[in-house]
């Protein structure tokens, strides 16, 4: 283990945090007391790991969905700063995750005052490369809507926070939950009767989620997340994130993260974000790099550029057959006429290098670029190989690219066939036009690419 680094705490860590700190204010050493805490990873006066035994779930043994209570968010909390062999030299106080700026949210103008919070924790997917079965194990749990909005509004009236970054992985896995907290949210009113959250006031709290594509399998349940998606823009929510990963259904399967049919799938990824678009939420797209090698780089290019006649996404079924025919028919040829939207209406797009995290299948089983061993294997040799792991772009795998064109595809390509294609400038128009509060989001957003990629975008705004 490191010399920087006195233990790692494992899984949920409130409680054990706060075991550690009051040992230490007690006068305790470290290595004292640390093999008596459960929930870390530590290395003995051998320096080899050891483990202690795990922590009990903060919902207790009930696992009851409201029983989860954290402690709250404070704004600033003070970190030890070493020296370079590890020795202690002060303590620093540092800002919390209140006050990150987000860029490419709503409001468009002021400041930005960000806070995280967990509505709930756990994921009942098992995607292979995804630490939050490791985490957070396969049990959900939610914390109660009221408990989470009596925090967030606290924090708005004593720090002024006025942006909630929920940090759920999947913030839309459970739709009961989710109607919950935002009914809780919608309904919050300071005492002049005025809501707390939504609208286009930016003194009003906004969020941001990390979402699943929403499931649809007919006009009905199309209708249901229409409408679940409006509701969550009342509730204040102006930006979604969701994993998209990959096209390629072989891969999809492989990783974990489809078991249904790929184009029912698809579909799914492809409504969601039409319909958050629609309501005028900005939506952000996360790919893996590294899962296309079974489908050529030009077809994924041309799917992210596609466009459809808008009035395709009225009817499930013809949907359906639209995207089923880009699955198979690798002749299809987009419509061009009526009135066309992307495919895949995504305002922000974010593509990772496949990672294999600790303790994900991914980790576990996979092979690193160039390297017959594993991430296990590696981290056993010591920490100096460590480094070799640290930067993600180093620990590339599968896709079998150098790190130069992969940097040159995150850099460049995703520029030249996304962000700078006619669709993404004729659907920017297009949003600003149906909702103007958005333009200086764009605006801020187009500002951050272009001083990060020394280069100008026309998006007509
Ligand atoms: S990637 Fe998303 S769906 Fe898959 S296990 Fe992780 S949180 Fe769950």
Excluded at 111 to 117: A, G, H, L, P, T
Excluded at 194 to 210: A, D, I, Q, T, V
């Amino acid at each position: 283990m490191n010399k920087l680094v006195d233990c790692f705490v494992l899984g949920e860590g409130e409680q054990t945090l706060l075991e550690i700190v009051q040992n230490i204010h007690a006068g305790k050493k470290i290595a004292d007391f640390i093999g008596d805490v459960a929930g870390v990873m530590y290395a003995d006066e051998l320096g080899q790991p050891k483990v202690t035994p795990a922590r009990e779930r903060l919902a207790g043994p009930q696992r009851s969905c409201s029983k989860m209570h954290l402690p709250p968010a404070y704004r600033k909390v003070r970190m030890p700063l070493r020296d370079g062999t590890g020795n202690f030299l002060k303590s620093i106080e540092v800002p919390s995750s209140i006050g990150c700026t987000q860029y490419f949210s709503f409001p468009s103008v002021g400041k930005i005052r960000e806070m995280q919070i967990n509505y709930g924790r756990g994921c009942y997917k098992n995607c292979k490369f995804c630490s939050s079965p490791a985490v957070w194990g396969k049990k959900v749990i939610f914390r109660s809507p009221k408990e989470v909005v009596d925090e967030i509004v606290a924090c708005y009236e004593n720090d002024g926070v006025n942006f909630v970054y929920f940090s759920d992985l999947y913030f839309n896995q459970n739709l009961k939950k989710l109607k919950e907290i935002c009914e809780e949210m919608i309904n919050r009113k300071r005492a002049d009767g005025s809501s707390y959250f939504g609208g286009e006031n930016e003194n009003n709290l906004h969020w941001f989620c990390l979402a699943g594509a929403f499931k649809a399998r007919s006009n009905k349940d199309l209708k249901e997340v229409e409408e679940i998606i409006k509701l969550m823009y009342e509730a204040g929510c102006v930006k979604i994130g969701m994993g998209i990963e990959g096209f390629s259904p072989e891969a999809m399967i492989d990783m974990k993260k489809m078991s249904d049919d790929p184009v029912e799938r698809a579909v799914d990824v492809i409504l969601s974000f039409h319909l958050a678009s629609k309501v005028g939420l900005i939506t952000r797209a996360f790919f893996i790099w590294g899962t296309e090698k079974r489908v050529s780089g030009e077809r994924a290019k041309s799917l992210l550029a596609m466009q459809v006649p808008a009035g395709i996404f009225l009817d499930y079924e013809s949907l359906k057959a639209c995207v089923a025919s880009i699955y198979c028919d690798e002749g299809f040829v987009p419509p061009t006429t009526g009135e066309l939207v992307r495919l895949f209406e995504i305002d922000h797009l974010r593509v990772a290098p496949e990672t294999p995290y600790y303790s994900t299948e991914t980790g576990r089983t996979r092979k690193l670029r160039g390297q017959e061993i594993t991430f296990k294997e590696l981290i056993d040799l010591g920490e100096d190989e460590l480094t070799i792991v640290s930067d993600q772009d180093s620990s590339l795998i599968e896709c079998g690219e150098s790190k130069e064109s992969v940097e040159h595809f995150l850099k460049r390509e995703v520029v030249e066939y996304f962000y700078s294609t006619p669709a993404y400038k004729q659907s920017v128009e297009k949003k600003i036009k149906k909702f103007p509060c958005l333009k200086e989001t764009f605006l801020t957003w187009k500002k951050f690419l272009e001083d990060a990629l020394q280069q100008n975008f026309d998006w007509g705004i």
